[in-house]
Antibody
Framework: EVQLVESGGGLVKPGGSLRLSCVASGFTFNDAWMSWVRQAPGKGLEWVGRVKSKTAGGTINYAASVKGRFTISRDDSKTTLYLHMTSLKTEDTAVYYC??????????????????WGQGTMVIVSS | SYELTQPLSVSVALGQTASITCGGDNIGFKNVHWYQQRPGQAPVLVIYRDKNRPSGIPERFSGSNSGTTATLTISRAQAGDEADYYCQVWDSFTVVFGGGTKLTVL
């Protein structure tokens, strides 16, 4: 079964740090371009960042709102995506999802639409 | 930065057709994707690259994109279609989501 499972969420004080994990199964994780997307309570979706596969150069892009505070990494041997969050602010409170494209056209994965999502993990930043 | 504009809410009578718009500068030149999100659940991709349906998405869902507006159309609306809908594009190596539209089926 194709699956993404996030973990690591919880309550953290402003200025604190937290690391989220997303374990993938059922597809070739090495080739996947993985993203983090978050959703504050009662708000819309906000993209956090993406890491390409190592064969595609492993490039990482971040949203302006998290750049310099959040770090995305991957461990292909563990089929796991990470989000290391530092200098957390109250406005970082959200459900954090990992997501990835798997749809193919003529055998090539289209990289711009997210058809696979995890169930999300909640992060609460509060004193 | 690039912005996508969606109406906050759209209402549709049961069995009728709903249209949800997504406005953006020259959005017709971008690939637009649409997601459905029911309360407490992860988003589900319902349309990719303007008009394509992923496997398992009913034919009632369709999309178009031209000029400054992309549109998600839901025909023969059902109670189960009641959800939040988000459009999404890529711009300068970052993902942009619209603010979301709450679809109410009356």
């Amino acid at each position: 079964e194709v699956q993404l499972v996030e973990s690591g969420g919880g309550l953290v004080k402003p200025g604190g740090s937290l690391r989220l994990s997303c374990v993938a199964s059922g597809f070739t994780f090495n080739d996947a371009w993985m993203s983090w997307v978050r959703q504050a309570p009662g708000k819309g979706l906000e993209w956090v960042g993406r890491v390409k596969s190592k064969t595609a150069g492993g490039t990482i892009n971040y949203a302006a709102s998290v750049k310099g505070r959040f770090t995305i990494s991957r461990d292909d041997s563990k089929t796991t995506l990470y989000l290391h969050m530092t200098s957390l602010k109250t406005e970082d409170t959200a459900v954090y999802y990992c997501a990835t494209p798997t749809i193919t056209i003529s055998g090539v994965v289209i990289r711009d639409a997210f058809d696979m999502w995890g169930q999300g993990t909640m992060v609460i930043v509060s004193s | 930065s690039y912005e996508l504009t969606q109406p906050l809410s759209v209402s549709v009578a049961l069995g009728q057709t709903a249209s949800i718009t997504c406005g953006g500068d020259n959005i017709g030149f971008k690939n637009v994707h649409w997601y459905q999100q029911r309360p407490g659940q992860a988003p589900v991709l319902v349309i990719y690259r303007d008009k394509n349906r992923p496997s398992g998405i009913p034919e009632r869902f369709s999309g178009s994109n031209s000029g400054t507006t992309a549109t998600l159309t839901i025909s023969r609306a059902q109670a189960g279609d009641e959800a939040d809908y988000y459009c999404q594009v890529w711009d300068s190596f970052t993902v942009v989501f619209g603010g979301g539209t709450k679809l109410t089926v009356l």
